[in-house]
């Protein structure tokens, strides 16, 4: 068992039982696509030809699609119409297509909308690109020496949630006994989660990222965002970024940022670089608007 999960409520050894069938099936589980890994691989091969990687981008309608109309949204603001997957490489860059091609294909494994109508999915997808960006932003700036960590970072923080998806739309009858603890008592969805079900949504999460065959750095960096110190030292940085990440993005969702900066044992902000991910953190909401919509 692991050290940071709480098991005591009776019912969580049944929760589990219920998490590890529902794993079992595979073929009933979300999937992240292959054309994922291929744009991943691609994008990591800083030889290949734009025109390479639009190939790849093409072999999916829907992806297609959604570049096409991201690049010619207001989030980019280009004055002539782009009228090919190339041309959006060219025109945008490797960085931004590969922070369009993740926040696309997770939008449609899970769905924009609420199959239930029981959880606001705009508001859920805007902080999990929110958080992504911010997790990004914060990477560069503390391991240059690496760039597969901003990589990482970003999609670490676009899935470090999908455990609550997991829960409303696969196991509706324990996101429905959380959302009541948490209301009835004013806490977090984590501190319900772990005191109803004996885990958050983060070892959720995590577990399914298992199945899909993630890097350790990103499952454990998922699995333990609400509490780093139980990671472990190879994937405490993770948690932590993922986790101040996470924070931030909620901190920025009840008003503006501290001026000042904000302090972190690891990642501590300056003013310069608050302001920085203030205008971040408006940019992904933007960029969700044209996703979502």
């Known amino acids: 068992m692991d050290a940071g999960r709480t098991l005591s409520p009776p019912q969580a050894q049944e929760f589990e039982a219920r998490l590890d069938a529902l794993l079992a099936r595979v073929d009933q589980l979300p999937t992240l696509p292959q054309i ?3 744009i991943r691989a691609q994008l990591r091969d800083s030889q290949n030809a734009a025109a390479d990687l639009a190939s790849s981008i093409e072999d999916d309608p829907s992806l297609t699609a959604n570049v096409l109309r991201l690049a010619n949204s207001a989030f980019y603001g280009f004055s002539e119409r782009i009228i090919s997957v190339t041309d959006a490489v060219v025109a945008i860059g490797r960085r931004e297509i590969e922070r369009m091609v993740y926040a696309t ?4 494994v899970f769905g924009a909308r609420d199959p239930r109508g029981s959880m606001d999915y705009t508001a859920y997808w805007t902080h999990s690109l929110q958080a992504a960006q911010v997790a ?3 990477s560069m700036h503390h391991f240059k020496d690496d760039p597969n960590i901003s990589s990482e970072a970003y999609l670490g923080g676009l899935l470090h949630d999908v455990g609550k998806l997991i829960l409303n ?3 509706p009858e324990d996101w429905v006994t959380v959302r009541a603890y948490a209301d009835r008592h004013r806490c977090s969805d984590a501190d319900a989660e772990r005191a109803t079900i004996g885990m958050d949504h983060g070892e959720v999460a995590a577990r399914l990222m298992e199945a899909w065959a993630l890097s350790p750095t990103i499952v454990e960096g998922t699995r333990w965002h609400h509490r780093p110190s139980g990671s472990g030292r190879e994937h405490v940085a993770q948690a932590e970024l993922i986790g101040f990440a996470d924070s931030i993005c909620h901190a920025y969702a009840r008003g503006p940022l501290p001026e000042r900066g904000m ?3 690891r990642f501590s902000l300056d003013e310069k ?3 920085a991910l203030t205008r971040t953190l ?3 909401a933007l960029r969700a608007t044209v996703l979502l919509s």
Not at 105 to 108: E, F, G, H, K, V
């Open 282 to 284: 408006k940019s992904a």
């Open 263 to 265: 302090y972190h044992s």
């Open 36 to 38: 994922l890994w291929e």
């Open 273 to 275: 670089q608050v302001a």
């Open 169 to 171: 739309q696969f196991l």
């Open 136 to 138: 990004e932003s914060i």
């Open 105 to 108: 294909l997770a939008i449609d």
